[in-house]
């Protein structure tokens, strides 16, 4: 499964952002996907998780209200939409699959908010 993710670049606070990630390959029996952010010397974290239907959503606290993840089976793609970025929201955000337990990952997108 390889993961291509879009969408991130510079964004002031308290604006929006979206990111896409599309998935190829053997994109069959996919099951959770998601998204993650890193900051440097902190570990990666999970911002939002979907399951394969798209019925079952977990988000972040610090992410809660603010985010919404949503899935295309068809486009085997996943969504991130934030609003009212904050500079702590400033990150690598990484797209993630789960199949047959295995989990992929994407290289990543660089998201900064600036003040």
């Known amino acids: 499964v390889q993961l291509v993710e879009s969408g991130g670049g510079l964004v002031q606070a308290g604006g929006s952002l979206r990111l896409s990630c599309a998935a190829s390959?053997?994109?069959?029996?996919?099951?959770?996907m998601g998204w993650y952010r890193q900051t440097p010397g902190k570990q990666r974290e999970l911002v939002a998780l979907t399951t394969s239907g798209g019925g079952s959503t977990i988000y972040a606290d610090s992410v809660k209200g603010r985010a919404t993840i949503s899935r295309d089976n068809a486009k085997n793609a996943i969504y991130l939409e934030m609003n009212s970025l904050t500079l702590e929201d400033t990150a690598v955000y990484y797209c993630?699959?789960?199949?047959?337990?295995?989990?992929?990952w994407g290289q990543g997108t660089q998201v900064t908010v600036s003040s």
């Open positions: 390959g053997r994109t069959f029996s996919i099951n959770h």
């Open positions: 993630t699959a789960v199949r047959y337990g295995i989990q992929y």
